[in-house]
């Protein structure tokens, strides 16, 4: 071993003999270095990196730039909006593929043609072990030919940066705070005024209440929906059906006469009397509307919308893990992993008959995070 004559392969053969591996056979992949045929597959597994690259850097553009957000016509096929998640999952798996193929063919077609056999060992390694692992990490170094073919190494270099950027540049999404965007949604007034500034505001809500409208933009009055029927209700702005009120959808539910009564009876004390203020002063209204009750399509587990409603049962399902509500009993989570109750949307008819919330939802809805409130402030002196 301390033989000054021994080459870097010796070593390295020495070391791999001591660890019971046995060379079978080993030649380079090209014999002469810097033949055309080698130049021609460093140019094919540099251009796999560089697409790489591109790819990378289409996911980053479309990641920031690419419209997410459905328009007017609320995520139908011609929206944009709609391919936005499959645009970027495009991008980002080419890239991926690129760059693994890449690496692929760069170990398959560019590193030595080697057959070894290796019997395993235990025990700690000793010093003279790790001097053979250097010579054989030094071996392996040469052999992938990074300090003689610059040009892959540049090229996997201009691969793997985009890539490295495309995987932190999600987090850009905990720079912004999201203020209230938590915990209030298009149902509360103000909120809503906010973000639908103008004449649309003026129009939708009669500058008051947010009314409620089904995802064609239809306003919903009490007579649309059937004894024991339901539907997805959103609010009536521009935007209220859209993907940037997330946390906004809403089942209303037509109660048949004896779900309502049991409602009525078990309603939650924050229920009972909601009270808001209003440009014009106090006002009182009773979270249900008559026999209509609305709820938070948003599961309270992860957030799938929970919309299988069983009329004979009275429960809401949640497809997603099935977590099952009373919609008797405040919606309050009986089955599966769900802990809080669905939020529910306190209702009333506005002067021209259509269906309005009269407040946010009491609770935040969605899924708990660390510092929501999970009731509302004064619950305590209203019960
Ligand atoms: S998201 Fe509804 S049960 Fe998990």
């Not at 010796?10 to 079978?24: S, W």
């Not at 009314?211 to 609010?235: A, E, F, H, K």
């Not at 008819?349 to 708990?368: F, H, K, Q």
Request: proline fraction near 8%; aromatic fraction near 10%.
């Amino acid at each position: 071993m301390n033989d000054p004559k021994l080459t870097r392969f010796d070593v390295f053969r020495e070391g791999l003999r001591r660890d019971g591996i046995e060379i079978l056979h080993y030649e380079p992949r090209y014999p002469k270095p810097g033949t055309k045929p080698e130049k021609r597959m460093e140019r094919i597994v540099g251009f796999l990196f560089i697409l790489a690259g591109v790819f990378s850097l289409l996911f980053l553009a479309a990641y920031i730039w690419w419209p997410w957000e459905y328009g007017d016509g609320a995520g139908d096929w011609s929206d944009p909006a709609r391919s936005y998640t499959s645009v970027i999952g495009i991008c980002l798996g080419l890239s991926l593929l690129f760059f693994a193929i890449g690496i692929l063919t760069w170990a398959k077609k560019l590193l030595p043609v080697e057959e070894l056999v290796q019997d395993r060992h235990d025990g700690p390694s000793s010093k003279e072990d790790r001097k053979i692992t250097e010579a054989t990490v030094d071996t392996v170094v040469g052999d992938i030919g990074l300090k003689r073919r610059p040009f892959l190494k540049k090229a996997a270099l201009v691969g793997a940066a985009p890539l490295g950027l495309a995987a932190i540049a999600p987090l850009g999404g905990l720079i912004k705070d999201p203020e209230d965007m938590l915990t209030k949604t298009g149902w509360d007034p103000e909120y809503a005024e906010t973000k639908a500034k103008g004449e649309q505001a003026g129009v939708f809500q009669g500058g008051k209440f947010v009314r409620l409208m089904m995802r064609d933009g239809t306003m919903v009055r009490p007579d649309m929906v059937s004894v024991g029927g339901q539907i997805t209700v959103y609010p009536a702005y521009e935007h209220g059906a859209s993907n940037k009120e997330a946390l906004a959808p809403t089942l209303l539910i037509h109660l048949r006469e004896q779900d309502a009564e049991e409602l009525r009876e078990n309603l939650y004390p924050m229920y009972e009397e909601v009270s808001v203020s209003t440009p014009e002063g106090e006002h009182e209204s009773t979270a249900m509307f008559g026999n209509f009750v609305a709820y938070s399509k948003i599961c309270t587990h992860v957030g799938c919308p929970a919309s299988l409603y069983e009329q004979q049962s009275q429960r809401l399902l949640c497809p997603c893990h099935q977590s099952q509500f009373n919609v008797v009993d405040n919606a309050a989570p009986i089955f599966g992993p769900a802990t809080r109750h669905l939020p529910m949307l306190p209702l009333e008819v506005d002067d021209d008959g259509y269906l309005i919330a009269t407040s946010d939802y009491l609770v935040p809805p969605g899924p708990a995070f660390w510092n929501r409130p999970s009731l509302p402030e004064g619950w305590e002196d209203k019960q």
